[in-house]
């Protein structure tokens, strides 16, 4: 069985300044994002030793945020969507018929993030400090012995129709190899994780302004990489009365 959850949080935001028959300056963003969620994988006793494949958590459908006409009387009509597709690739392998779950909690702090574009400067990207809180945990019976990868992909795509479109795009990903047994020359058992956690994190944008039947800009922007993060971790555990147990690192 495999529960597989994440949630992006963000508050989105775009500005418009015209006046006919031009385009002075347009801004979309998002502010205050954070990628919040948990991948749990639990392997059951099985003859099936590896597990692959691909879990679609969120498809590409669109959500329209604004449709109406603003700036009257010289009015200009303007539609905001939003879509947020993230998927899930995942690769399992268990050299022993045992039972064992994993967890990898997350929490993404994107802060600030937006571009912008005016007829006198140009283009203008914003984005603010970031942090990375990654938090797996491993629970195994003696003998366990798993590798587990786990890499997401998610992007929150804000788009103005006819006007500008913008993407922030994260890859995390979890590699972790588990292992559950006896200490050498001793008795006690342990339970021991490793890996290397990264979060990627980039944007693309793309201005190509239509207005009062004129196309009137065209631009295009990345795709380009703003943040990497990766950090090695390596923990053991004494496993309670050699029996089963948890790992929370």
């Known amino acids: ?3 597989l959850l994440s949630w992006p949080q963000t508050n ?3 500005a418009l300044n015209y006046s006919i028959p031009r385009v002075h300056s347009v801004e979309v963003g998002l502010h205050d994002t954070h990628l919040l969620g948990d991948v749990q994988v639990v392997t059951h006793p099985s003859t099936t030793k590896t597990w692959t494949g691909r879990k679609i958590l969120k498809d590409h459908q669109t959500y329209t945020l604004i449709d109406k006409k603003i700036g009257c009387p010289l009015c200009v009509h303007v539609k905001v969507t939003a879509a947020f597709p993230t998927e899930l690739d995942y690769t399992i392998s268990s050299k022993d018929d045992v039972e064992m779950t994993s967890v990898v909690h997350m929490d993404v702090n994107l802060g600030d993030n937006f571009i912008s574009w005016d007829h006198v400067k140009g ?3 914003v984005s603010t400090a970031k942090s990375v809180s990654i938090t797996p945990s491993v629970g195994a019976t003696v003998g366990a012995e798993s590798d587990v990868g786990l890499h997401l992909k998610s992007s929150m795509q804000l788009a103005i129709d006819k006007m500008m479109w913008y993407h922030l795009d994260m890859k995390p990903s979890f590699p972790l190899s588990v292992f559950a047994r006896k200490k050498i020359h001793s008795e006690q058992s342990e339970i021991c994780v490793g890996g290397k956690p990264e979060v990627s994190v980039g944007h ?3 201005l ?11 631009h295009h922007w990345g795709p380009k990489e703003d943040y990497h993060y990766s950090n090695s971790i390596h923990k053991c555990k004494d496993l309670v009365g050699g029996s089963e147990s948890t790992l929370v690192i």
């Not at 190509?208 to 065209?218: A, Q, R």
């Open 123 to 125: 283009w203008k990207k």
């Open 208 to 218: 190509h302004v239509t207005l009062f039947g004129k196309s009137h800009e065209v």
């Open 12 to 14: 989105m935001f775009y």
């Open 1 to 3: 069985m495999r529960r």
């Open 204 to 206: 693309e944008a793309d």
